[in-house]
Nanobody, 119 residues
């Protein structure tokens, strides 16, 4: 049974920091690229950050470059998103997702964790 669970969301003031975690099980985590997405109210879901299976390659949405850092610990089946210098525009539900494959083309997704940044 596949399980993906995000944690670490919350409410912070502008300029603050949060670290999100995502722990997964039930699929070959160590061989999958992993992603953080977010969806703000009345907006489309967008890709925030990506990390390859061994953590040697990362990619970010332009607006979070230099502020967010994605990382992973394959021994713990966990990825992280360190978010610094948060701004109100970062307010959204943040989702963790795995790379898709032939049997699961859309990958596996968590339920999301709310991040709220107040000015």
């Amino acid at each position: 049974q596949v399980q993906i669970a995000e944690s670490g969301g919350g409410s912070v003031q502008s300029g603050g920091s949060l670290t999100l975690s995502c722990t997964a099980s039930g699929f070959p985590f160590n061989s999958k690229d992993m992603f953080w997405y977010r969806q703000a109210p009345d907006k489309d879901r967008e890709l925030v950050a990506r990390i390859n299976s061994d953590g040697t390659f990362t990619k970010y949405k332009d607006s979070v470059k230099g502020r967010f850092t994605i990382s992973r610990d394959n021994a713990k089946n966990t990825i992280y998103l360190q978010m610094n210098s948060l701004i109100p525009e970062d307010t959204a539900v943040y989702y963790c997702a795995s790379e898709g494959d032939r049997d699961h083309p859309f990958g596996f997704w968590g339920q999301g964790t709310q991040v709220t940044v107040s000015s």
